[in-house]
């Protein structure tokens, strides 16, 4: 662990939401921050939100899935659950880090047409796009 804050995204599969986060939260935060995510469980990679980051010129398919690591959430400047689950059943947040909670829909769980799944990835994806970049602001 560095000397850098370290964010840390955790969701309940690591395979859509918190995988677009953070590879969202190193392109936004660049060097400023150390960016991490994992899961309750660790479900892979989906082809969908690789597709949906390569749309806006982000590669996340060299980022790994995993589960939760207690010493990165221990050192953690800030943690964000992404979904009920993850914020229900991660491990005890330490007191001292900053948490924050970002219900957002899993488009894992998206049904329709393939434009309609897709939008629902975009929309995901520029949500949390918006959210760090406001954290980026907030945090100078």
């Given at each position: 662990?560095?000397?850098?804050?370290?964010?840390?995204?955790?969701?309940?599969?690591?395979?859509?939401?918190?995988?677009?986060a953070e590879g969202l939260g190193k392109e936004?935060?660049?060097?400023?921050?150390?960016?991490?995510?994992?899961?309750?469980?660790?479900?892979?990679?989906?082809?969908?939100?690789?597709?949906?980051?390569?749309?806006?010129?982000?590669?996340?398919?060299?980022?790994?899935?995993?589960?939760?690591?207690?010493?990165?959430?221990?050192?953690?400047?800030?943690?964000?659950?992404?979904?009920?689950?993850?914020?229900?059943n991660c491990p005890a947040i330490p007191p001292?880090?900053?948490?924050?909670?970002?219900?957002?829909?899993?488009?894992?769980?998206?049904?329709?047409?393939?434009?309609?799944?897709?939008?629902?990835?975009?929309?995901?994806?520029?949500?949390?796009?918006?959210?760090?970049?406001?954290?980026?602001?907030?945090?100078?």
């Amino acid at each position: 662990m560095g000397n850098k804050p370290i964010l840390y995204f955790l969701c309940t599969g690591n395979s859509c939401r918190s995988q677009m986060a953070e590879g969202l939260g190193k392109e936004i935060l660049g060097d400023e921050w150390e960016v991490h995510s994992a899961g309750i469980e660790a479900h892979g990679l989906n082809p969908k939100a690789i597709e949906m980051m390569n749309e806006i010129g982000i590669d996340i398919s060299n980022q790994e899935s995993s589960i939760i690591d207690r010493d990165v959430l221990n050192h953690a400047t800030f943690v964000v659950t992404l979904c009920g689950d993850a914020l229900d059943n991660c491990p005890a947040i330490p007191p001292s880090v900053k948490h924050e909670h970002w219900g957002l829909v899993d488009p894992a769980k998206a049904e329709g047409t393939e434009e309609e799944v897709d939008q629902v990835f975009r929309d995901v994806r520029d949500d949390i796009k918006e959210r760090i970049e406001e954290l980026k602001t907030s945090s100078k």
